[in-house]
């Protein structure tokens, strides 16, 4: 869930993770309060859920947003509605990474966004933000079926990385790669070979 924050006067905002009521109280949460930065956060839907009630006054204001964006129906936009950058458009998802200033959340979207063009982006916005970027882990993140890796640390061969996969490698090792996918991979082991 993308959240949009827009104090009048640039502060951190700590809100806390209580259940309040019945329904919220058996929700999975794994932190007991989240900061919120002037800008584009991201924070899970169990999380979003019991911060509601704590921020009423705030959503009434406008000064907390949810950020939803119009994609194509699948099964993970059912509703016909991204709620976070991975589901996003590229336009609209370029905007959002523009926006971030919360470390936290740019390292999450480092570590789970496929598309290069948004990489780059998440990649450039950090050292805007002088944050350290962190080390690219091919095949860490995801499974060859799409769900969560249990960071057991095993990298994904080259060999077996899909174009998308190569070119965010070779972006994060300062590689520049043009081509089809056995140009690029020849241009990557040519450049890790010196």
Known sequence: ML?????????IKCVPLIA???GTKNLAIERTQVQLLPGTNEVTDAE??????????????????TIEVNAAKSKKTP????????????????????????????AKWH??????????????RMKELNLEIPKYIPGLGTDSDG??????????????????????????????????KAEI?????EAEAQ
């Open 48 to 65: 979003w859920e019991v911060m509601k009630p704590h921020l009423t006054r705030e959503i009434k204001n406008g000064v907390i947003s």
């Open 147 to 180: 769900d969560e890796n249990d960071g057991d640390g095993e990298e994904k061969e080259l060999d077996k990385m899909n174009v998308d996969e190569l070119k965010a490698y070779a972006a994060e090792k300062g590689i520049t790669v043009t081509g089809n």
């Open 79 to 106: 509703d016909g509605k991204a709620h976070d950058l991975k589901n996003m458009p590229a336009r609209e998802a370029l905007t959002i990474v523009g926006e971030c200033v919360n470390p936290d959340t740019l």
């Open 111 to 124: 570590h789970e966004e496929t598309r290069e063009e948004i990489r780059l982006a998440i990649i450039e």
């Open 3 to 11: 959240i949009r924050y827009k104090p009048k006067h640039d502060h």
């Open 185 to 189: 991979l020849a241009a990557i082991k």
């Open 20 to 22: 309040t009521t019945a």
